[in-house]
């Protein structure tokens, strides 16, 4: 038998929490767990729960939350945030997905929709309107392109030897096994290898690689 999807519904509008709360308490897939306004304290036990999908209709009651619950959420990957009753905003919405959320429902929504999108979440998919979906390919194309910048300048400043120690690097040699490798002598690399340090910003020999990671730099 599959497991139930436990919900707990945190709303400014109490209204709007109570009716999601009755609509899902009909449904034998779900299981309310909480169904508190947002003026109330919320619970520690989504914590522990597996499975489970937050329902919030407000973004600043997600950071809220997120903040008493993020460590726990975060370790477990398992309690997953759903804002419903949203404005048609491409701003509020590329901030629901910068905070984390996995799934954003219009005002307009039907009852239908947000169950829908309830039992998506639960599944551990994502949710959001047919119409915002641009604006999340027009974020997602914008930062692949600031990281393809960011390793075009790393890539400038290292010269074409530097680059070929980066990799060595990461793979945890000693400048005195680099140099072997490269017929170079053991200063030489030393030499490289400050240069390199002081470029990409990084505090050891393995921040480099990883700093040359972040920024989109091929090693």
Known sequence: MPQKIRVFIYCCNRLLGQSVAHILTKR??????????????????????????????????????????????????????????M?????????????????????DASALDVVSAIRTVGQGEAVCPPKMTKALFDYVARNSARSRGSANSTEKSLTRREQELVPLLGNGLTNKEIAVRLNLSEETIKSHVHRILRKVGAEDRRGVFEACQTSGLEV
């Open 28 to 85: 034998a897939e779900f299981r309310v767990s909480a169904a508190l306004p947002s003026s109330e304290v919320l619970l520690d036990e989504p914590c522990q729960a597996s499975n489970s999908v937050i329902v919030l209709d407000s973004l600043q009651l997600m950071s809220f939350y997120r903040r008493q619950v993020g460590r726990a959420e975060d370790a477990s990957g398992t309690i997953r945030s759903l804002l419903i009753a």
């Open 87 to 107: 404005q048609d905003s491409r701003d509020h919405f590329l901030r629901a997905i910068r905070s984390g959320a996995s799934g954003y429902v219009l005002q």
